[in-house]
């Protein structure tokens, strides 16, 4: 009898520690060519492998499932996981990444496996009741967008004059970003995250919009914080209404921009943490109003908090007119960084070394923003 009780009280104790990682995959089966097809899975460890897949369960209309068995001592754990359409086809971009949970779960992945590029689209003459003028919309969607269409968006990055940022034949001097290029080919080798672009063209009052107090040497400026609510009450409403986003908070949403946009970034993302959790100030114009940023903004505006919630990139050139600003934005990140920041967790900095204020050597560091505001992080 005391062999029983013990032999119970062990499988007991074995079935306790004993989880359940179930993978669920939602693709639309309406993409796919006529025909029988099933997805699998490969991974790093709970039984998967990179070399041949093990086969996912139907479980209705275009969701597969696969459950994965772990022991509660492997909690913590990183797995990494890929899906392969019919054990051939690798999905795109970057491995799902899963921290095992201490509990047994579901985790839901979205793949693609045929789309490598994104596509944008153009939203003409938006209006401003707060501005009381009216502006194009040049929205870009990641590759999977139009591909898996059960797949929503959280992370989405608002950047200013947005006919600079895909297209040459809108942008000034005929140089653009080639945003676009730059996110597609980091999406695809799994170097980052797929984002939205919302890109808000300027208007002919750039000057005033793009900043938030009058320059007395400038005579101009000072409409800043009605152009933030602009994009806050009027420009994300409609990204929402029309795409498929899920921003769950300030962590997910981003403001860029350049030269003038740089500053009402930084600036925006400063005194709206709440709202923005990601700030990227390329070339920025901290020279505007006396230098006000440094010695007003950030001397008497509360900072944002420094547990990573909060995110600030800052870049310069050093060359050309005035150095492409680049003591100003020196000084700038020196200052954030005296603040609590810490360089290259909260605070990134980066110095183009023969970089000019245009918007070829924006588009051409493009890069070092996205890479730092969305790293491949794990999905639970």
Not at 93 to 121: C, E, H, I, M, Q
Request: glycine fraction near 8%; charge should be negative.
């Amino acid at each position: 009898m005391t062999k029983i009780v013990v032999l119970v009280c062990v499988l007991a104790l074995a079935f306790a520690d004993a989880l359940d990682l179930t993978v669920e995959v939602q693709y639309p089966s309406s993409k796919l060519t006529a025909g029988s097809h099933n997805m699998y899975l490969r991974g790093s460890s709970l039984g998967l492998n990179w070399s041949t897949g093990l086969v996912m369960n139907s479980a209705g209309d275009d969701k597969w499932q696969l459950s994965l068995s772990y022991d509660a001592s492997q909690a913590g754990q990183s797995v990494q996981l890929k899906v392969v359409l019919d054990d051939k086809t690798w999905m795109i971009g970057a491995n799902a990444v899963v921290n095992l949970p201490s509990d047994s779960s579901t985790l839901v992945l979205y793949p693609w496996f045929f789309s490598t590029a994104g596509a944008y689209k153009l939203h003409r003459n938006v209006f401003s009741p707060q501005l009381n003028n009216t502006r194009d919309l040049v929205i870009y969607t990641p590759p999977s967008y139009y591909e898996n269409t059960y797949k929503t968006y959280e992370d989405v990055l608002v950047m200013h004059d947005g006919q600079n940022l895909f297209n040459a034949s809108t942008s000034f001097l005929g140089i653009a970003w080639q945003c676009q290029d730059t996110v597609n080919n980091l999406v695809v080798t799994g170097n980052m995250r797929e984002i939205v672009i919302v890109g808000v063209n300027n208007s002919p009052d750039r000057t005033d919009e793009l900043t938030y107090s009058y320059d007395p040497t400038q005579k101009a400026g000072g409409k800043g914080d009605i152009y933030l609510n602009f994009l806050e009450q009027t420009v994300m409403p409609l990204a929402k209404k029309y795409y498929r986003l899920a921003i769950s908070g300030p962590q997910n949403l981003g403001i860029m921009g350049s030269s003038l946009g740089g500053l009402i970034s930084c600036y925006a993302g400063w005194t709206r943490s709440n709202v923005y959790g990601r700030a990227g100030c390329m070339s920025s114009s901290f020279w505007w109003n006396t230098e006000d940023f440094l010695n007003t903004i950030l001397a008497k505006d509360p900072a944002p908090k420094t547990d990573g919630s909060y995110l600030v990139y800052l870049d310069s050139g050093d060359s050309g007119p005035g150095s492409d600003d680049k003591p100003q934005t020196i000084a700038v990140t020196k200052q954030i960084a005296a603040l609590g920041f810490s360089m290259n967790q909260t605070e990134f900095y980066y110095l183009d070394h023969g970089g000019q204020h245009n918007e070829y050597y924006w588009g051409h560091r493009f890069w070092i923003p996205m890479s730092d505001f969305y790293p491949i992080v794990p999905t639970q």
